[in-house]
């Protein structure tokens, strides 16, 4: 007899729709979906979750239109990239402090 499990929605294998960068201004970092805007998380890739984040805690975004937006998303997503990029740099630093202190002894 098959055991019964639950369904998991995490294990779905859901893949990331680029087109909600551009409407709800969301990217995938790795293994999360992140608002471009506060820096949440959407527990589960679907649509109508990153949807209804937008329509309740970004409602004044959706003013914002063509060009205008796209270069909006484009400054927020290479700023997320410089937040991230900034414990990565710290990190390698620290290894090669940490190496030399090794050769001095």
């Known amino acids: 007899m098959a055991a019964n499990r639950k369904r998991k929605v995490d294990n779905e294998n859901r893949q990331f ?8 201004c969301f990217v995938q970092k790795q293994t999360n979906v992140i608002c471009l805007l506060c820096h949440s998380t ?14 309740t805690k970004h409602q004044d975004f959706h003013n914002v239109v063509a060009d205008e937006r796209t270069a909006r998303i484009e400054y927020l997503r290479r700023s997320l990239n410089r937040q991230q990029n900034i414990f990565s740099k710290q990190s390698t630093n620290f290894s090669a402090a940490c190496e030399v202190s090794y050769e001095i002894r």
């Open 42 to 55: 959407v527990a589960v890739a679907k649509v109508s979750n990153i949807k209804r984040h937008c329509e």
């Open 17 to 24: 729709n680029d087109n909600c960068t551009l409407q709800y």
